[in-house]
């Protein structure tokens, strides 16, 4: 069953446990923790958010946010806030203190997929193939990002460097961008101000290449797509240039993260993979397998 063994392996892992917290009446998709780490916001099928205190002997649940009228795809704690995103199109902001809802954000006409937020807007993705923009404080939708010809999954929002005078970040000048990634199997750029797309990324499987996670380098001029393609991509953010192709999976990427020069990938395949980078080659450092039981998992390097 493994390098590890199953049964040491489900010993060991069975200590990690600290506690289990029940009360929802579905699966739960999504979480998200506060900046001081005190409340956990767990979002579900059951329509329903509730936040839990990680700061009390056994994790209370200290409010449950009721409103949506279909399932809960993302969530968010900004500040005193909750965000949440829905299927039934709608994103709701929530006083984290009274459990009310307080805005109510319309306009999407699908499911929301994807959610970010920069203090001052909020920015979704949906199944209705486009991205929008909204007013933190208002709720007034902002801007709309309309280009790509299936629905919208990941974002990244890159704000403006000051110190960019030359413009290598951004061809047209030092202005904030967001980055969408679509199930067309493409990447965009687009400028914030103008909502115009500057960039389009193409490279990745248009049959099956529908891009499932995007990270930058911590420049911000590398931009990394994985898709369910079976393959990681790096571009020239500027430009728009592919710059390699990283295979080695085989199944969909789902999830990344780029730190330093390190870039780890997770994947329908059960494997998550350590690549390290530089100008000349790249190379894969590490390969979890990982096979999840009833209540442990066992991993090989």
């Not at 192709?245 to 969909?252: A, D, K």
């Amino acid at each position: 069953m493994g390098g590890c063994g199953s049964k040491n392996a489900a010993g060991k892992n069975k200590s990690f446990l600290i506690e289990t917290m029940a009360g929802h009446e579905k699966g739960i998709n999504c979480m998200a923790l506060s900046e001081d780490g005190s409340v956990l916001a767990t979002g579900s099928e059951d329509k329903t958010a509730r936040l839990w205190s990680t700061k009390t002997h056994n994790c209370e649940c200290i409010g449950i946010l009721r409103g949506h009228e279909e399932y809960i795809n993302c969530i968010l704690i900004e500040d005193c806030y909750v965000l949440t995103g829905s299927a039934d199109k709608t994103i709701r902001k929530w006083d984290v203190s009274t459990c009310e809802c307080v805005l109510i954000c319309r306009g999407h006409t699908s499911i929301i997929y994807r959610m970010i937020c920069t203090g001052d807007f909020i920015f979704t993705s949906s199944y209705d193939c486009t991205a929008r923009c909204w007013d933190f404080e208002n709720g007034e939708c902002l801007r709309v990002f309309r280009g790509h010809k299936k629905f919208v999954c990941p974002l990244i929002f890159i704000p403006a460097d000051d110190d960019d005078a030359d413009g290598t970040l951004d061809m047209e000048g030092a202005n904030d961008l967001l980055i969408t990634g679509s199930a067309d199997a493409t990447a965009r750029k687009w400028n914030f101000e103008t909502g115009k797309c500057l960039t389009v990324f193409k490279g990745h499987d248009h049959r099956e290449g529908a891009i499932m996670c995007m990270a930058t380098d911590n420049l911000g001029r590398v931009l990394f797509t994985g898709s369910a393609d079976k393959t990681v991509r790096s571009w020239n953010l500027a430009r728009g240039e592919q710059l390699k192709v990283f295979e080695g999976h085989t199944g969909s990427v789902i999830c990344m993260q780029v730190i330093n020069k390190i870039m780890y990938t997770g994947s329908a395949d059960h494997t998550a993979r350590a690549w390290v980078q530089s100008w000349r080659f790249t190379r894969v450092i590490k390969v979890i397998n990982i096979r999840w039981q009833s209540s442990s998992f066992e991993t090989d390097y």
